[in-house]
Structures are given as structure tokens and as C-alpha cells.
């Protein structure tokens, strides 16, 4: 048995800091203002104390003296009440006061209190974060170590990186800030745009590079490249198409690596022979939680300034009102009895599936590499497609994950299907299930993702020449009867077809 007796220890504790016969530290802040303490006590609880206090020669009393002006007397009330007693009264205090306290604790390595002061904001001051968000974004990123926050924040910039790349103060960026948002899988950005970004982050780190390219120097590349070195790493090279990298990246071939570029030159002329470079994975595009982000303010605003900041985060907070402008929970409900092989249909409230919308053309694009960019790695998808000028829907299930590799490959399976969906003057639903396992799905070269789609063999895919699914004109989205890598036909001709959206969804097992 083990009896605690924390609440009399911490009373015993916050005596002794109140005693002014035994310390040996003076802590002077901002104003002058001095607090007294103990050393064993500091180096006990704060491991910044712990190494500040090695440092410093002690007087002829033998009191060290350490020297804080950028804390205020009333924060470090708080703090030595906390280091002392463990006890953080935040009673009828403002929610600035509370994001300076957990800048102050991280500065001193106070990790407890740091972290529950961050667990707190995000839980119960969320608004208040994000009407001051460029303040405490650039906070977050100048030398502190709050995990947490800096997660919530790039959360939101990663879904909406106007906040940050479009802002007049983007160049001021710190170098940690922009490192860890290259980082995200999920960046809402066009690798290219990235790279450009990343380029005019990198020239206005240094007044003394030429404005004008065509005058540049060895010297200036290196500088550059010194520059961008933990930057370059993370862009994704692999996934921009071979007309940006001539453009936009080429200009700047001396601050990437010979091996890199060697690569990426043969990549674009011999995309099945391997390579030596690192390839990362391609971004991967979310859908749009918040409609209207598609109406951003053409007028840029300040980075660290707040005075427009709340209205945008509400308008980028609404909420989406349907899971899906082309099918029904009916369709729903009969799509999941064909995955479970079911010989009826499941009833709406028995439906054993969520489907969780992962892409939608209308929202994030109907070029083909949107498909690749969003769906790869995502196994258990139904991709659902509304034919323009009929009332066809059209779509297919994946049990197996959609691969964005070089060398593409065939995915083999015995559960893939294609299907038609009753709708308007289509009477009755078509079910084809795969017929031959081998070629049940097709992954499609990189080289051959800026045209090809989701592809079900050979019987049913999306490909546009012009990389635009929805254009009317030369368009080849195909559904293909003289293949016979499905059972049935589910269209009556063999014509090519536009698209009026397309919708993939991942299909998630219920629990409960």
C-alpha cells in the first residue's frame, strides 16, 4: 500500500518559497522586478534553470543572479508558483496571458506545464487561436518545441496554404516554419507552385543575388543552394510534369544535385528504367472540407497581422452540406451489398459502410494526376462517375490500393466490379464483376498519370488526352465492351463520353 500526501507537500514546498532566510537565487525580470529562489529547488524542475545555473560565479554572498527582461513579473509569479508547488493558477486571466505562460514555460524546459498549457489552448481556445493565427504561428516556430501547436496550426495550412505562401510577409518566414510544411504529405499546393515558392523564399534570404537571372554566377547558385539546403530534400521532383521541370526548375539545375537531375532528366525519357534518387511520394489532395477556401481574397494579407484573420477562418469553416451530388444512400446501400456479395440489398439502416469522400473532380480537378496525387495508397475505393448528357452513372470498386509508382503495374483481384446505377431513364443497375483477376485493375506508368485515370482493366477507365476529364472536345473517357476483362457490358454503346464530375470514395467498415 502507498499512501500520497501531495497536496500538504506542495503547501510545505510554496512556504519555503516564500523564505527569505536560505536562497541563494535572485531571478530579476522584466522592470527590474526580482524574484527570490532556491538552486536545487530550480535544477530540480526546469533543466533550462539546470544549465543556466552552472554557468554563472555567485557573489561575495554566494547568490547567483540570473537575468530574464523578456518575462513579465506576473508570468513568472505563475511559473515559480508552478516550479515550487505544481500548482498553475489561471483563474480570471485572459487567453494571452495564457499563450505567453506557455511560451515562457517552453523557453525554461518546463515540459508538464508546456504541454497541458497547449492541450488547453487547442481545447477550449480554438477560436482564439485562430483569430490570432499569424501571431501564433510565428510565434510557435522561434525556437520553441510546442509540438501540439505547431501540428493544429499546419493543419490548417496545409488545407488552406494561402495563409502562409500568398502572405505579404511570406519572405520572413522562418526556416523552420516552411521545413516542417514541406514536410506534410497533405500541403494543398501543386508541387511546382512549391518549388516557386520555395525559390522566392530562398532569393529574399540574400540582398546580394542579382534580380535578374541571366547575371548570376556560380557563386550566386552556391548561395542559393547554401541556402535552401534543408528545403530542396522535400520537394517532390517526381511529381511535376516535364514541360514545369523545363520551365521552372531547369533555370535553376546548378542547386540541384547532379544524381538528382540525372534522374530526373531520364525519368522523363525512359520512365521504366530505375533510379538512383530518393522518390517521395506525391502530395496527397485532400478533398475541400471548407467550399469557399475556393474563393480566397485575391488582396494578399500580412503574415503577422490580425486584423482580417477571424472572418476568413469562419467563411473556411463551413461545412459541406451533401457526401455526394451524383449518387444516394439507395445507391450506397446496393454498392455495399456488391462488395459483401450479398444476394439482396441492404436496407438503408442496415448499411455496414461509410463512405468517406477522398476526391471530387468539381472540387479539387479534373486533371487525371489529381486522381493518382489523391487516391495512392488508399485500398477500398469506389470511384463513381456521371456521364455528360445522359442520366448514366457509371463507377467501379477497388478492393486493392491505388499505387502511383513508376514502372505502373496490374493489381490482381477476384472482388473488383464495375457497375451502372439505376438514375433518371436508366431503369435498372448493372452489375460486372471481374473476370479475369490478373488484369483486374491497371496502376498506369508516371509517365502516363498526366492522362489515364482509375483504371478497371481495360473495360472501363478515364482518359483525356488535353489531361481534362470534363472537356466536351477530344475527350476519351472510355467504357470498353470488346474487352473481356469483366462479365457483362454496362453501357449499350462504346462511344467515348464526357464527364459532369466524378466522385472516389473509401470505404470504411462500420464499428459498433
Known amino acids: 500500500m502507498t499512501f500520497k500526501f501531495f497536496d500538504k507537500l506542495s503547501q510545505n514546498f510554496l512556504e519555503l518559497l516564500y523564505d527569505k532566510d536560505d536562497y541563494n537565487v ?36 554566494n547568490i547567483k543572479t540570473i537575468s530574464k527582461p523578456n518575462i513579465s513579473d506576473e508570468i513568472f509569479d505563475i511559473i515559480l508558483k508552478y516550479i515550487y508547488g505544481g500548482i498553475a493558477d489561471l483563474k480570471n486571466v485572459e487567453t494571452m496571458f495564457i499563450f505567453d505562460l506557455m511560451i515562457v514555460a517552453d523557453e525554461l524546459e518546463i515540459q508538464e506545464l508546456t504541454e497541458k498549457l497547449e492541450i488547453h489552448l487547442i481545447e477550449t481556445k480554438s477560436s482564439w487561436l485562430k483569430s490570432h493565427f499569424f501571431l501564433v504561428y510565428r510565434s510557435i516556430f522561434s525556437g520553441n518545441n510546442l509540438k501540439a501547436i505547431e501540428k493544429y496550426c499546419n493543419d490548417i495550412v496545409a488545407k488552406h496554404p ?47 543575388l542579382p534580380v535578374d537571372l541571366k547575371e548570376w554566377t556560380n557563386e550566386n547558385f552556391t548561395t542559393l543552394k547554401s541556402t535552401l539546403q534543408q528545403c530542396l530534400p522535400l520537394i517532390r521532383y517526381f511529381h511535376i510534369s516535364g514541360t514545369d521541370v523545363s520551365k521552372k526548375i531547369m533555370p535553376y539545375k546548378k542547386i540541384i544535385d547532379e544524381q538528382l537531375w540525372d534522374d530526373l532528366t ?48 469562419k467563411e473556411l469553416s463551413k461545412p459541406s452540406t451533401s457526401f455526394s451530388t451524383i449518387i444516394t444512400y439507395e445507391h450506397v446501400a446496393e454498392i455495399s451489398s456488391w462488395i459483401d456479395r450479398k444476394s439482396s440489398t441492404y436496407s438503408l439502416t442496415s448499411i455496414p459502410y461509410e463512405f468517406q469522400l477522398i476526391l471530387k473532380g468539381s472540387i479539387n480537378g479534373f486533371a487525371p494526376q489529381t ?22 452513372i457509371l463507377g467501379g470498386y477497388n ?14 483481384t477476384n472482388d473488383s466490379f464495375i457497375f ?14 471481374v473476370k479475369i483477376r490478373e488484369h483486374a485493375i491497371l496502376n498506369v506508368l508516371f509517365y502516363n498519370q498526366k492522362w489515364y485515370g482509375p483504371h478497371f482493366g481495360y473495360n472501363l477507365y478515364l482518359y483525356s488526352p488535353s489531361s481534362d476529364f470534363n472537356l466536351d472536345i477530344n475527350n476519351c473517357n472510355v467504357c470498353n465492351n470488346n474487352h473481356g476483362h469483366y462479365e457483362k457490358h454496362i453501357r449499350t454503346t462504346e462511344d467515348n463520353f464526357s464527364i459532369i464530375d466524378y466522385e472516389v470514395f473509401k470505404i470504411i467498415k462500420k464499428t459498433g
Open 26 to 61: 535572485i531571478i530579476e525580470v522584466k522592470n527590474k522586478k526580482s524574484f527570490i529562489a532556491h538552486s536545487n529547488v530550480l535544477k530540480c524542475r526546469s533543466p533550462y534553470f539546470c544549465k543556466k545555473l552552472k554557468n554563472i560565479i555567485p557573489n561575495e554572498n
Open 162 to 208: 494561402s495563409l502562409i505562401f500568398k502572405a505579404e510577409d511570406f519572405n520572413s518566414l522562418q526556416e523552420s516554419a516552411l521545413v516542417s510544411l514541406l514536410k506534410r504529405d497533405d500541403l494543398q499546393l501543386e508541387e511546382v507552385v512549391i518549388w516557386e515558392y520555395i525559390i522566392k523564399w530562398g532569393i529574399a534570404q540574400s540582398s546580394t
Open 420 to 433: 451502372s446505377l439505376q438514375n433518371g431513364n436508366v431503369q435498372n443497375s448493372i452489375l460486372s464483376r
Open 266 to 313: 531520364q525519368y522523363f525519357m525512359a520512365p521504366d528504367q530505375p533510379l538512383e534518387s530518393i522518390i517521395l511520394p506525391p502530395r496527397t489532395i485532400l478533398v475541400q472540407e471548407f467550399p469557399t477556401q475556393a474563393k480566397e481574397q485575391e488582396k494578399p494579407t500580412k503574415l503577422f497581422s490580425t486584423q482580417e484573420l477571424p472572418t476568413q477562418i
Open 399 to 412: 478492393p486493392l490500393a491505388w499505387v502511383a509508382i513508376p514502372g505502373g503495374s496490374w493489381g490482381t
Open 371 to 392: 486522381f493518382w496525387n489523391a487516391c495512392h495508397g488508399h485500398s477500398g475505393t469506389v470511384v463513381i462517375i456521371k456521364v455528360k448528357g445522359t442520366d448514366e
